[in-house]
């Protein structure tokens, strides 16, 4: 199948420095990848922030510049002559089922022209990815697998559920744990290794499971231990236990869990080979930056060296960095790792999966749960994950769709693991038709079923916004996202229009359909 025209991939590479730039260079862990090395800050400056890689002041100065422009052309004031289009409910319907695991429609699939047998992967690794049902490569796996095998420091910026997990994991799976190629001699090496080769660092225990479970199934149940999780909110001297009996080449975990393990001294990644940071800019802010300095000072750092010593011995660590919002300062540094190394940029559009439909809706506040309830019966959506911003208005929402039979319930951070999990497990299988949450759910949640977002409280920005969207139309699947707002409010679903460059036109629901509003052009 050729790869679709419409497929967007970022995919930034350079080489890793060699130790002896590292050392000239910096002392800090993130120095080899690092924004000092390209800004020319002193190496002995306080740890990675995103202050430190420009991050806060890049995002406010664009909104600040996006937000006068608008004000400027006077949106918020305009009321555009308007016609209304009907959009039927059989264009929407797009999934075809939820509960019953039956093949998903896919619109626009974001598959490569090769196979996975041409991107260089060992045969016993080719054997299990078929075994567990993957066949094609995707566009963004096609791309990162060569690229991370030839040992490059990568960061991969494609839009959400454009399959960039296993564009990692596959790379990492071929030279770590039982399926890896064989050594130089031929000889397959013992599935059976000494120390933890990969570390894979996620923002929230649910992603963190949900990226465990990818691994398992390509390991297969026999294998499962290779890979430990290591979450908050799950029994610390559990994970410390296994860690200690099964001796797990992989580790994935929260910021917090794993530094404190590692504090405690009972992990042991200083011959780590990978360190993934999948939703880098997640991991890069500010909330996560103590516990984000110490595992990128100390994972891949060969045993004995001298924190304060130099030179620094560091392990051949390749660091590997993923997102669908990779801010510029990122890129501009990935850039600078190599500047011979050829690159792929695109803008910033590039985090939305280019099949999904954008709408929103003005209402009343007191009104905004029953327009949500009519936009799922107009749209016909069966797994609906709708967004809000706080927690005592979530559950409000709940009660009121409940009392009108629709199946829903909420999820969010003051729930307990216990019930958060079995909250998703209900979504995921089908018993729930709305799942209502907040930013927690916003990144990397998978649920391929999923086929309407709707925002109850407008997201902060087009960065929220993105990710928000990207819980549908994973895939290449048909996806919408409608946005239920008060009028004092349009003007910044506007504002996000311009940002990421799709259209929201308004729309309404009435006797169970979809309207469209078209704004006449001036
Ligand atoms: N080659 C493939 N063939 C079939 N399914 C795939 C393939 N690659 C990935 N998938 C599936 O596609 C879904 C989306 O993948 P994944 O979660 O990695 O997307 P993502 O790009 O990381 O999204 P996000 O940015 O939202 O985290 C997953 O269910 C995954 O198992």
Redesign the pocket.
């Known amino acids: 199948m050729p790869a679709s025209a419409s497929t967007r991939l970022l995919l930034v590479f350079g080489e890793s420095l060699p130790c002896s730039r590292l050392t000239h260079l910096s002392r800090k862990v993130w120095s080899h990848t690092n924004v000092r090395f390209v800004s020319q800050v002193n190496p002995d400056d306080g740890p990675l922030t995103l202050a430190s890689l420009n991050f806060k002041s890049e995002f406010e100065k664009t909104n600040k510049n996006k937000a006068n422009k608008v004000e400027r052309l006077g949106v918020p004031n305009e009321t555009p002559k308007t016609k209304l289009r009907v959009v039927g409910s059989n264009s929407i319907k797009a999934v075809k089922a939820v509960g019953v695991k039956k093949a998903l429609e896919i619109e626009s699939a974001p598959?490569a022209a090769e196979s996975f047998s041409e991107l260089g992967l060992p045969p016993l690794l080719l054997e299990r990815l078929e075994t567990a049902?993957?066949?094609?490569?995707?566009d963004?796996?096609s791309a990162a697998v060569p690229t991370i095998l030839k040992g490059h420091d990568v960061v991969i910026q494609?839009?959400?559920?454009?399959?960039?997990?296993?564009a990692y994991l596959l790379p990492i799976l071929s030279e770590v744990g039982p399926l890896k190629k064989k050594s130089l001699n031929g000889e397959a090496e013992s599935g059976k290794k000494k120390e933890i080769e990969a570390v894979i660092v996620a923002p929230s225990r649910e992603l963190g499971m949900?990226i465990v479970r990818?691994v398992e199934k390509i390991l297969g149940p026999a294998d499962k231990r290779v890979v430990q999780q290591l979450v908050g909110g799950a029994n610390r001297s559990r994970q410390e236990e296994a860690l200690k009996k099964n001796k797990p080449a992989i580790v994935v975990g929260t910021p917090g869990r794993i530094a404190e393990i590692s504090a405690a001294g009972k992990l042991h990644t200083h011959g780590c080979r990978f360190l993934v940071l999948d939703?880098v800019d997640e991991l890069l802010s500010f909330n996560f930056r103590e516990h984000m300095h110490r595992i990128l000072e100390h994972v891949g750092r060969k045993a004995g060296a001298d924190p304060r010593g130099s030179p620094v011995k560091r392990a051949e660590r390749q660091t590997i960095m993923?997102?669908?919002t990779v801010p510029y300062s990122v890129i501009r540094a990935a850039r600078n790792w190599d500047s011979s190394s050829s690159m792929q940029t695109q803008a910033a559009s590039q985090s939305l999966p280019p099949a999904l439909k954008h709408y929103h809706c003005v209402t009343k506040l007191q009104h905004k749960v029953d327009t949500l309830r009519r936009c799922v019966h107009a749209l016909d959506a069966k797994s609906v994950i709708a967004f809000m911003n706080h927690t005592k208005q979530l559950k409000d929402a709940v009660f009121k769709l409940e009392a009108r039979g629709m199946k829903a319930a909420e999820l969010h951070g003051d729930l307990g693991k216990l019930a958060r999990s079995t909250t998703l497990k209900k979504f995921k299988d089908g018993e729930l038709r709305v799942l209502v949450t907040n930013e927690l759910s916003a990144?990397?949640l998978?649920v391929?079923e999923c086929d309407l977002v709707v925002n109850l409280d407008l997201p902060t920005d087009s960065i929220h916004y993105a990710?928000r969207a990207?819980?549908t139309g994973?895939?290449g699947r048909k996806g919408t996202v409608v946005n239920i707002c008060e009028e004092p409010e349009v003007f910044v679903v506007k504002k996000l229009q311009k940002q990421l460059r799709v259209p929201i036109p308004a729309c309404e629901f009435t006797e169970g359909k979809l309207h469209v509003i078209e704004e006449e052009k001036l």
């Open positions: 598959f049902g993957f066949t094609v490569p995707t963004v796996q494609s839009y959400t559920g454009s399959g960039k997990t296993l949900q990818e939703e993923v997102s669908a990144r990397g998978d391929a990710h990207g819980r994973r895939l």
